[in-house]
């Protein structure tokens, strides 16, 4: 397996409150670990920008969630060519 999903909850490890920032070094180490092992770790559960920030400068592959909305392929290929 070289795909690796792992869900973001807040049950789980994630907070934004100062005193659970172990909780992201924990995150951190784990994403780490399995990015450097040939792994490509894709985060679910992001759901907000504060979630997109508490990731930041971890090594994972890709993040998804409800945070973007659903696009369509002739809407990304339109974007793509206005770029």
Wanted: no cysteine; hydrophobic share 40%.
């Amino acid at each position: 397996m070289r795909d690796l999903i792992l869900q973001l909850s807040k049950s789980s490890i994630y907070s934004t409150k100062p005193r659970k920032e172990s909780g992201r070094q924990l995150m951190d180490a784990l994403v780490t670990f399995l990015s450097r092992n040939h792994h490509n770790v894709i985060i679910e559960g992001v759901e907000s920008e504060a979630h997109k920030e508490w990731l930041q400068g971890m090594e994972w592959f890709a993040i998804q969630g409800h945070y973007w909305r659903e696009v369509s392929i002739e809407q990304l290929v339109a974007d793509d060519i206005a770029m």
